[in-house]
């Protein structure tokens, strides 16, 4: 649909169906999970067995914004129908009741004055209610001052038409104008990939804004959905753990002025710290992003979500580069926008990688520590450097180092103001010593 509408380029559309041609085929061998989120960021959940179905109608505003487009319009056409219809009804018995839809001889008495002039059968009325509530007023028939019960309804007529055309001018101004409609031209990367980034394996995705308007305070967060188990065997079925995304300043703000690559370290503590090559197919979790922010010409908060299962995350790849620098300015090339390249990288979990690395949970070795005596040069390895754990041999104290006793101060002092003294006393004697000669 993007590409039709021009917002991306064809190739982009190509280079889509090669991804999911190179795709293994672990996600198609078996049945698919189901998923809270779908990748155009709808809530896949059906509530069911709903007794209290009143709710909906104490906010009906809300009830008919979430409507379909088809079940709107539909209710929009059969509300000015029915009012219509209604005081066509009304219209009708007032002309009635005042003897105006009586047949009357031309030749004999004039014709008493109506309440509604030109109202001669129902379709008549029903004719005059529309042209009451959408102030048409082709002139031919007209409310007179015969009646007062005529022109009270003509008041309430036009009070609950203006009400109606609010409330459908509303409705239809807040579903064009939806923050997620905004969020159709946020795209995500179909993959996401897990690779090494600083020696760290990392879980990376991109995201990317087709429009120039920026969006505003734009945050990002992820979550992870997962099936867990408490120590007193109760099942969680949604267990909602936050990840924090790499950044220096330890916030989730990022400025989306072209596709980022947005990364989340692999470390400990981490829910995806114990996540391995081989353990990856058979977890059964979702990571959920959500991109939230302001979008810069409306002023209204947007939301775009997304996520990614096992079958969707990458083991050992990493996004191309696609931003390149042409004629002073930088440009984008979408159509490698979800394109990945093989890296080398161990199946290891980043667990098991630290304890390889000797950074294990709780290690502590007091005889001797990391840094000192024996060093770790690799799996299982040791090699001689840094210093001895002599108690003797080992330094001081920066501050104790600094410290210097009083008495050598004090004499040190004392040695000094004699030196000074000395000198002066030398000079006094050579100038007396000229004087007198």
């Known amino acids: 649909m993007l590409a039709r509408k021009g917002l991306l380029p064809d190739g982009f559309l190509l280079t889509r169906l090669a991804e999911d041609q190179n795709q293994p085929n672990r996600s198609r061998s078996r049945s698919q999970r189901a998923r809270f989120i779908t990748k155009t960021g709808s809530c896949n959940v059906a509530h069911k067995n709903i007794r209290e179905q009143g709710r909906f109608l104490q906010d009906v505003f809300t009830t008919m914004v979430d409507l379909k487009w088809q079940h709107s319009l539909l209710i929009f056409t059969s509300a000015f129908l029915c009012s219509w219809m209604l005081f066509a009804m009304i219209w009708w018995l007032v002309a009635f009741a005042h003897g105006d839809l009586e047949p009357h001889d031309p030749d004999g008495e004039p014709r008493p004055i109506p309440c509604v002039t030109a109202i001669h059968?129902?379709?008549?009325?029903?004719?005059?209610?529309?042209?009451?509530?959408?102030?048409?007023?082709?002139?031919?028939?007209?409310?007179?001052?015969?009646?007062?019960?005529?022109i009270t309804v003509l008041i309430i007529q036009n009070i609950l038409g203006l009400i109606i055309n609010a409330v459908m001018l509303g409705c239809v101004f807040m579903k064009t104008a939806q923050a997620n409609r905004r969020a159709e031209t946020l795209i995500f990367s179909r993959n996401g990939v897990i690779a090494p980034r600083n020696g760290r394996p990392t879980f990376m995705f991109r995201v990317g804004d087709l429009r120039k308007s920026m969006i505003i305070s734009a945050t990002i967060q992820l979550q992870v959905i997962r099936r867990t188990v408490t120590a007193e065997g109760?099942?969680?079925?949604?267990?909602?753990?936050?990840?924090?995304?790499?950044?220096?300043?330890?916030?989730?703000?990022i400025f989306l002025v072209s596709p980022l690559i947005i990364s989340h370290t692999m470390e400990r503590g981490s829910p995806l710290y114990e996540l391995s090559a081989q353990s990856l197919a058979s977890e059964d979790l979702e990571i959920i992003v959500i991109l939230e922010g302001v979008v810069e010409t409306t002023?209204?908060?947007?939301?775009?979500?997304?996520?990614?299962?096992?079958e969707e995350i990458l083991w050992g790849r990493r996004f191309v580069s696609i931003i390149t620098e042409e004629d002073g300015r930088y440009c984008v090339d979408y159509s490698k926008f979800g394109n990945t390249v093989p890296v080398r990288m161990a199946s290891?979990?980043?667990?098991?990688?630290?304890?390889?690395?000797?950074v294990q949970e709780g290690s502590s070795d007091p005889v001797n520590p990391q840094g000192w005596g024996l060093v770790?040069?690799?799996?299982g390895g040791f090699r001689r450097g840094g210093r001895t754990?002599?108690?003797?041999a080992a330094p001081q104290p920066w501050y104790t180092q600094s410290e210097k006793p009083e008495k050598e101060?004090?004499?040190?002092?004392?040695?000094?103001?004699?030196?000074?003294?000395?000198?002066?006393?030398q000079i006094e004697e050579d100038a007396l010593g000229e004087m007198s000669d």
Not at 234 to 253: H, K, M, Y
Request: charged share 25%.
């Open 121 to 150: 059968s129902f379709t008549s009325a029903f004719l005059f209610s529309i042209e009451v509530q959408v102030t048409i007023g082709f002139g031919g028939r007209m409310v007179t001052e015969e009646c007062p019960l005529a």
């Open 409 to 425: 101060v004090e004499q040190r002092g004392e040695k000094k103001k004699v030196q000074l003294e000395v000198i002066g006393r």
């Open 389 to 392: 754990c002599d108690s003797a």
């Open 299 to 310: 002023g209204i908060t947007m939301q775009a979500r997304t996520s990614y299962t096992p």
């Open 376 to 379: 770790r040069a690799g799996r």
């Open 348 to 358: 290891l979990s980043a667990k098991e990688l630290d304890q390889t690395r000797g």
């Open 234 to 253: 109760e099942v969680i079925p949604v267990c909602q753990l936050d990840i924090q995304v790499e950044n220096p300043l330890r916030s989730n703000g």
